[in-house]
């Protein structure tokens, strides 16, 4: 009898928690899309949004890529706290025009120049909302006809399936294909209502079984302080996460250091002092922390750090000094997985970045991740289901 009503008592509360962690959601949800802009309805509906020929380090070498941004309908999940793809997106792309899309980006150019394809549409590639399985299907057979070896795409985990991971195999032939999923976190606190994403674990590791079963490659994108995490908490979590992919046997991992770009929540919390962008150094920490254990060899999305080419962003910190040679160090050791180069690094700025972790903790340590999002959500005045009324 006791044990019974101590089972329901423990039920109501884990109910209780799980009401509160949706409310949080969906409030977050709210706000970012009251704020959200739109600037891409005048783009073509048939050309790429992006595209780009060149090297990178992919699995273990330099490969020459092709390049293709997909302009889509856009992101069909749309909730995560930084991210500004929902609003980098066009009505009324039709398959047909995603197909052009993908056929104008070799224009004057051929597939078979290439070893690898990397084809991101902002979005969700297995996601048949965003992508329909026709063009999908193109895809698959344009590459297993060539001399291209990889293609890699990007999606959320709950959108692959066997069948559609059959329908790749039927088109690719034997070539490989390689998912980059947007874990972020390990932490599901974090991930569900900090990130505010709707990947789960359990969806991530069912999808990494069926890629792993197909001897296709499973990525994990993680990020590097998420909103609503102090820096030390984001390097402790960032290692947690890393050691969570070694031990589901993921080798691929994508660390993404986050940019506080326009349109978003984010930048919201960044504007009103509740968010500050990380600093690198947190990054050469993460990376000499995981050299140590095996399983997961992270990469790093340097993209995201490089304020040249994010313009209206705020990247991840570092002074003018010492900026670019941090980051040329990280590509460097990506390259070699030389320690030293990282360890070698110095500059006087690291002395202001620890200063200014021990100033977060001190601002926020005291308050959990829960009090802390219940805080910016008060100052914002969400209603649940509504816009965001500002009252400060
Ligand atoms: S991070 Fe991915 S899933 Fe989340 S809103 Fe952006 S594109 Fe969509
Ligand atoms: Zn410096």
């Known amino acids: ?74 992101c069909s999940i749309a909730t995560c706290t930084m991210c500004p793809f929902p609003g980098e997106s066009r009505r009324g792309v039709r398959s047909e025009d995603l197909i052009r899309q993908f056929e104008g980006a070799f224009e004057g150019d051929c597939i078979d120049n290439y070893e690898l394809i990397t084809l991101f549409c902002n979005g969700n590639f297995f996601s048949d909302r965003e992508l329909g399985p026709q063009v999908r299907a193109h895809i698959f057979e344009r590459i297993g006809g060539s001399q291209a070896a990889i293609l890699a795409v990007e999606s959320l985990p709950q959108f692959l399936s066997e069948s559609k991971i059959a329908a790749a195999r039927r088109g690719l032939g034997f070539k490989k294909l390689a998912v980059f999923m947007g874990l972020q976190s390990a932490d599901d606190f974090v991930r569900e209502v ?46 947690a996460s890393l050691g969570y992919l070694s031990r589901l046997g993921v080798t691929h991992s994508t660390l993404c250091p986050t940019r506080v770009a326009p349109g978003t929540l984010l930048s919201e919390m960044h504007a009103r002092g509740h968010y500050q962008p990380g600093w690198i150094w947190s990054v050469v920490e993460i990376l000499t922390r995981n050299a140590d254990t095996l399983g997961s060899v992270p990469m790093v999305n340097t993209t995201e750090l490089k304020d040249w080419i994010n313009p209206g962003s705020c990247c991840a910190r570092a002074c003018p000094d010492c900026k670019e040679s941090t980051i040329l160090a990280i590509e460097k050791f990506l390259f070699s997985r030389d320690l030293d180069v990282l360890k070698s690094l110095h500059c006087s700025c690291y002395t202001d970045y620890q200063r200014q972790m021990q100033q977060e903790t001190r601002r926020w340590g005291s308050l959990s991740v829960h009090e802390r999002v219940e805080l910016f959500l008060k100052l914002i005045q969400v209603i649940p289901g509504g816009i965001g009324l500002e009252i400060v």
Not at 47 to 73: E, N, Y
Not at 199 to 205: I, N, Q, V, W
Not at 228 to 239: G, P, Q
Request: charged share 25%.
């Open 1 to 74: 009898m006791w044990v019974k009503a101590g089972c329901r008592a423990a039920c109501y509360k884990s109910r209780a928690l799980l009401s509160q962690r949706m409310q949080l959601r969906s409030r977050l949800s709210a706000y970012s899309r009251g704020i959200r802009r739109n600037d891409f309805q005048d783009l073509p509906v048939d050309r790429a949004m992006g595209v780009k020929s060149d090297q990178i380090l992919f699995d273990g070498r330099l490969r020459k890529r092709k390049r293709i941004i997909l302009l889509t309908g856009g």
């Open 194 to 239: 900090a990130i505010n994403t709707t990947c789960s674990r359990l969806a991530f590791e069912r999808a990494v079984a069926i890629l792993h079963a197909n001897e296709y490659l499973a990525v994990a994108f993680l990020m590097v302080k998420p909103p609503f995490l102090t820096e030390a908490e984001a390097i402790e979590d960032a290692v």
